[in-house]
């Protein structure tokens, strides 16, 4: 199979969320609630590393958007501290 061209991938962001609910449980429910399964799809997040009050998630570049305003209609304790295009910086 061959290797896809650099056009073709997915351009991912990486978010620090932090919080007293920053866990994967949490963080799934709030993206769920606020865009959906197809949204969810959409968006393919995936928890790179987890630490007690700290999360970075890496999201599909285009729903960034939706993704940041689900966490700020949502009443739990999440925040997104930074956003950032390399996992080098985020951290």
Same mark, same amino acid.
């Given at each position: 199979?061959? *290797?896809? %061209?650099? +056009?073709?991938?997915? !351009? #991912?962001?990486?978010?620090? /969320? %932090?919080?007293?609910? $920053?866990? @994967?449980? !949490? /963080?799934? &429910?709030? /993206? ?9 799809? &959409?968006? +393919? *997040?995936? /928890?790179?590393? =987890?630490? %007690?009050? @700290?999360?970075?998630? $890496?999201? !599909?570049? &285009? ?11 949502? !009443? ?7 956003? =950032?295009? =390399?996992? #080098?910086?985020?951290?």
């Amino acid at each position: 199979m061959k *290797p896809l %061209k650099p +056009s073709h991938r997915e !351009n #991912k962001r990486y978010l620090l /969320i %932090k919080g007293e609910d $920053a866990d @994967k449980k !949490n /963080i799934d &429910e709030t /993206i769920m609630e606020f865009i959906g399964v197809l949204g969810y799809a &959409e968006a +393919s *997040p995936k /928890i790179i590393k =987890s630490e %007690k009050g @700290k999360v970075i998630l $890496a999201i !599909n570049r &285009e729903a960034l958007d939706k993704i940041r305003f689900g966490f700020l209609t949502s !009443n739990k304790d999440l925040r997104i501290e930074k956003v =950032s295009g =390399s996992l #080098k910086k985020v951290r």
